[in-house]
C-alpha cells in the first residue's frame, strides 16, 4: 500500500495538470529503506510529449547524487497519462528501474477529475495497490475529485529488447 500525505498528492496532481497536455513527471524521496514518500521532487519531461515522459538525464543525475548523499531514495516515481486512463502502459513497464518505488499514474484525461492509481512493478509484473492518503483537510467548497483504484489487479508483461 502507498501511504502518502494529501498535500504531496495535491502538488503531483498540480503539476500534472499544469504540464498538460503533456506528460509531466517526478518523483518523491523518502530515507532509504523506509518507504515514506516525504519529498517532492517534480522534474522536466524531457520528451515534452502527450504520450512519453522521459527525465532530464543531467537533472535526473544531479537529484540521484543529492539523494545519495541525503541517504534517500526514490519512493514514489510518478507521471501523467493525458489522454488514458491512470494504468501503466508496455513503455512505462520497460522504463519501470526501480524496484522498491511505488509508481503512481495520474490521469488528467478529464478535467473534471483526477485518477489516480499505484503500482509496483518488478521485473515486468504490475500489481495495484491501494492508495492511502493521509493529513486530508476536507474541504467543502473544493471542486476537484480524485478516483482511485478500487480492486487490485496483477498483470504480467512480457518485456522483450526490441519491442
Known amino acids: 500500500m502507498l501511504t502518502i500525505d494529501a498535500a504531496i498528492l495535491d502538488a503531483i496532481v498540480a503539476h500534472a495538470r499544469r504540464d498538460h497536455p503533456d506528460e509531466a513527471c517526478g518523483i518523491v524521496a523518502g530515507p532509504a529503506g523506509s518507504d515514506r514518500p516525504e519529498r517532492h521532487v517534480p522534474m522536466e519531461n524531457a520528451a515534452r510529449s502527450m504520450t512519453f515522459y522521459e527525465f532530464d538525464s543531467k537533472e535526473q543525475l544531479r537529484l540521484w547524487r543529492e539523494m545519495d548523499d541525503a541517504d534517500e ?5 510518478y507521471h501523467s497519462h493525458t489522454a488514458t486512463e491512470a494504468y501503466p502502459s508496455r513503455t512505462d513497464v520497460s522504463f519501470a ?3 522498491n518505488a511505488h509508481y503512481l499514474l495520474v490521469s488528467t484525461r478529464d478535467p473534471e477529475t483526477t485518477e489516480i492509481r499505484s503500482f509496483r512493478i ?3 509484473t504490475v500489481t495495484e495497490e491501494p492508495v492511502q492518503v493521509v493529513n486530508a483537510v476536507v474541504d467543502p ?6 478516483l482511485f483504484g478500487q480492486s487490485p489487479t496483477t498483470v504480467d508483461y512480457e518485456c522483450r529488447a526490441g519491442s
Open 122 to 124: 518488478v521485473d515486468g
Open 73 to 77: 531514495e526514490p519512493v514514489v516515481v
Open 141 to 146: 467548497h473544493a471542486v476537484q475529485t480524485y
Open 97 to 99: 528501474g526501480e524496484p
